[in-house]
């Protein structure tokens, strides 16, 4: 099998050290990898210069996505503790979770503040279907979102190890989010303060799309060829004014993992109709073997082994050269992962 579709290829060691658990404060401070693909050449440099780097006629493509307090806490009414993650409205009053711990179909969870929850079915993928109540009376979406708001936790990765704190209501969101219904950040999104948001909007043409980030993006691709790996699949929405202007655009810089698969995603569909706003749910798996065919720029952070978000990088750049600037990364001792350090791939 050829080193690109391997899934050992996407595998590197990382000293548990360069984990970010807390985001760099103030957030220009973080420190930004810079590779130009045209000369081969990187520049270690931080985002008080992100803007030096970026060519002057580049589209910005953000996702403003906001994320939503995912994570709630319960106990089962027979005993023992239970941890949901929340994800997504499946049906009228039916909502799709992740449970941390064993639980039955009709299994009843005590939550805080007088909510319930009753888990309807399992799904082959592990996910469970389950329905709200407060005071004994269905939730809908609009009364399952006050309940998070009130009751639900900051959804920080599973690898920061520590429990979420104040600071992560405010941190874990970036600036400009709007639209309420991502389980984890865009994460290359947090390194924008206001006043960096300020200048990218006075300086470049921008525009901003919405793709929910799912728990999925964690996920560890476990097939040895990775062309038989199921993408999870992200709700997109898409404007026809951000349609246009990635369409005329000369030159697009997406931030994040999510813009670029968004953008391309968009780039492969025929037939729609850009007079109205696009809802879809983005699949495209970005890969070597099937490249980048729209973006041409990317800030990204730095991604853990064998992810799809991994091998998204290695589409733009060859499994090799990424191995090449990780390895530059954890030598220079770079932060990783959600809270850490970016990388711009110009």
């Keep these: ?6 899934l050992h290829s996407y595998d590197y060691f990382l000293p548990k050290e360069l984990i970010a658990d807390y985001p760099a404060i103030p957030k220009e401070s973080a420190k ?56 997504q409205e499946i049906g009228q009053n039916s909502y799709l979770v992740q449970i941390k711990g064993k639980v039955k179909e009709g299994t009843h969870i ?123 699949s992200e709700r997109l929405v898409l404007s026809p004014m951000s349609m246009e202007k990635i369409d005329n655009a000369k030159s697009i810089l997406c931030v994040g993992t999510t813009a670029l698969r968004s953008v391309e995603y968009y780039a492969r569909l025929k037939n729609i109709n850009k007079e109205k706003t696009l809802y879809s749910e983005c699949d495209v798996f970005l890969h070597p073997g099937n490249k980048v065919i729209k973006a041409n720029h990317l800030l990204t952070n730095f991604h853990l082994p064998k992810s799809s978000l991994i091998m998204l990088v290695s589409s733009m750049i060859g499994v090799q050269k990424c191995k090449e600037l990780y390895e530059i990364a954890i030598e220079n001792k770079y932060r990783f992962y959600s809270y850490g350090d970016g990388m711009l791939i110009l």
């Design 32 to 87: 930004l990898m810079v590779y130009d693909r045209k000369n081969d050449e990187i520049f270690h440099s931080d985002f008080y210069h992100i803007f030096d780097f970026i060519p002057k006629e580049s589209l910005i493509v953000l996702n403003d996505t906001k994320v939503i307090k995912a994570r709630i806490y319960g106990r089962k009414k027979s005993g023992g503790n239970i941890e949901l993650l929340y994800h």
């Design 110 to 232: 005590s939550l805080v503040n007088g909510y319930e929850s009753v888990i309807e079915e399992t799904r082959d993928d592990g996910y469970r279907i389950v329905k709200f109540f407060y005071q004994g009376s269905e939730l809908n979406l609009k009364g399952v979102l006050e309940m998070l708001d009130k009751i639900g936790h900051t959804p920080l990765p599973p690898y920061i190890k520590r429990p979420d704190e104040k600071l992560d209501i405010s941190e874990y969101q970036s600036v400009f989010a709007k639209n309420l219904g991502a389980v984890a950040a865009p994460t290359a999104s947090l390194h924008f303060s206001p006043t960096a948001l300020q200048r990218l909007k006075k300086e470049f043409s921008h525009c901003f799309l919405t793709l929910h980030v799912g728990a999925g993006t964690f996920s560890a691709v476990e097939a040895q060829d990775i062309r038989s790996h199921q993408i999870h």
């Design 1 to 6: 099998m050829h080193e690109d579709f391997s």
